[in-house]
């Protein structure tokens, strides 16, 4: 089991750098191994020379390193937060997306703007108030702008995305990545007509109807 999670962290590893969603050594992915410990990716590699023996595991608790020669990412802390926080969190992604960095240099919210905003995020995806990278402050503050959702905004830094697998907290994280670009781009346009919040929660009552869950 622990295996094939390390393969397919190392997999979507690589798919953030082919999909622009980092740069060099930007980002990091983790997975809840147990109900104690993570397995994350290391600070300073890249992702195209990642080997499974690379990525590290750590102590939800306490932040130690547990297994691995390498130091962990920086943002340790944030992702132990969300997991202590989150229990139905499996796996974060977290990134540095043009266009949703953007958005998150202006500390607002990104509102929805088109109905993936609701079928995918719920509506608004909420911007994190600013900390210093590698904080527990950070990761506190992820967890707010979080709530019960499954992707936030990184003030002045990027975006998490969480999920039950590494593969879905790509996809939201991609997802999230062109809601930005077509906010950015309606902002051209002559600026976008928001869904209210009627709009809102009639669209995500009529998923949830439909499919048992919004997306």
């Given at each position: 089991?622990?295996?094939s999670?390390r393969?397919e962290i190392?997999?979507?590893?690589?798919?953030i750098?082919?999909?622009g969603?980092?740069?060099?050594t930007?980002?990091n992915?983790?997975?809840r191994?147990s109900?104690?410990?993570l397995?994350i990716?290391p600070s300073?590699?890249t992702y195209?020379r990642l080997?499974?023996d690379?990525?590290v595991?750590?102590?939800?608790?306490?932040?130690?390193?547990?297994?691995g020669e390498?130091r962990?990412s920086?943002?340790?802390?944030?992702?132990?937060v969300?997991?202590?926080?989150?229990?139905?969190?499996?796996?974060?992604?977290h990134t540095?997306?043009?266009?949703?960095?953007?958005v998150?240099?202006?500390r607002?919210?990104?509102?929805?703007?088109?109905d993936?905003?609701?079928?995918?995020?719920?509506g608004w995806?909420?911007?994190?108030?600013?900390?210093?990278i590698?904080t527990?402050?950070?990761?506190?503050?992820?967890v707010?702008?979080?709530?019960?959702?499954p992707?936030?905004?990184?003030?002045?830094h990027g975006?998490?995305?969480?999920?039950e697998?590494?593969?879905?907290a790509?996809?939201r994280?991609?997802l999230?990545e062109e809601c930005a670009?077509i906010?950015?781009?309606s902002l051209l346009?002559?600026?976008?007509v928001?869904?209210?919040?009627?709009?809102v929660?009639?669209e995500r009552?009529a998923?949830i109807?439909?499919?048992?869950?919004?997306?």
């Amino acid at each position: 089991m622990e295996a094939s999670l390390r393969k397919e962290i190392l997999q979507y590893g690589r798919k953030i750098i082919e999909r622009g969603l980092v740069a060099d050594t930007g980002g990091n992915i983790s997975v809840r191994l147990s109900a104690d410990h993570l397995l994350i990716t290391p600070s300073g590699m890249t992702y195209d020379r990642l080997t499974p023996d690379d990525l590290v595991v750590v102590a939800l608790a306490t932040g130690e390193v547990v297994q691995g020669e390498r130091r962990p990412s920086i943002e340790v802390p944030m992702h132990r937060v969300i997991y202590q926080s989150r229990p139905d969190v499996m796996a974060i992604v977290h990134t540095h997306p043009k266009h949703a960095t953007a958005v998150a240099a202006t500390r607002r919210d990104l509102p929805p703007v088109i109905d993936n905003m609701v079928a995918y995020f719920g509506g608004w995806v909420r911007t994190a108030a600013y900390a210093m990278i590698g904080t527990i402050e950070l990761g506190r503050n992820v967890v707010a702008a979080l709530g019960d959702q499954p992707a936030a905004l990184l003030a002045n830094h990027g975006a998490v995305a969480v999920g039950e697998t590494v593969e879905q907290a790509f996809r939201r994280s991609e997802l999230l990545e062109e809601c930005a670009r077509i906010y950015l781009l309606s902002l051209l346009a002559g600026g976008p007509v928001i869904l209210t919040d009627e709009e809102v929660a009639t669209e995500r009552a009529a998923l949830i109807d439909r499919y048992g869950q919004v997306k």
